[in-house]
């Protein structure tokens, strides 16, 4: 499957982005998918996935702010992000695991988009 991850821009604290990751292929409702994300001079971390038997996972920070969704008719997954914040700055990337369960292991999917630049102002 390829990816391709849009939505990410420039956003004052508080603010709201909604990030997507449009997929190629026919087995999309198949993979595990994820969002991570990389700050300057950082490692990529995991951020969210949504299981592909269902089930949704986030790390701490973002619970109660970010979603993640999908639409497999669409062959997408989103990334809604409300308040924001200026540690929320990254480029954010999409990622696919086939039949995975290994959420927040970054060896575990095997596809990812090119990413997507989201700043946060304070």
């Known amino acids: 499957v390829q990816l391709q991850a849009s939505g990410g821009g420039l956003v004052q604290a508080g603010g709201s982005l909604r990030l997507s990751c449009a997929a190629s292929g026919r087995t999309f409702s198949s993979y595990t998918m994820a969002w991570f994300r990389q700050a300057p001079d950082k490692e990529r971390d995991f951020v969210a996935a949504?299981?592909?038997?269902?089930?949704?996972y986030y790390t701490d920070s973002v619970k109660g702010r970010f979603t993640i969704s999908r639409d497999n008719g669409k062959k997408t997954v989103y990334l809604q992000m409300n308040s924001l914040k200026p540690e929320d700055t990254a480029v954010y990337y999409c990622?696919?695991?086939?039949?995975?369960?290994?959420?927040?292991?970054?060896?575990?999917?095997?596809?990812w988009g090119q990413g997507t630049q989201v700043t946060v102002s304070s």
């Open positions: 949504i299981i592909w038997s269902g089930g949704t």
């Open positions: 990622a696919a695991q086939w039949l995975g369960y290994s959420i927040a292991t970054m060896s575990a999917y095997s596809n």
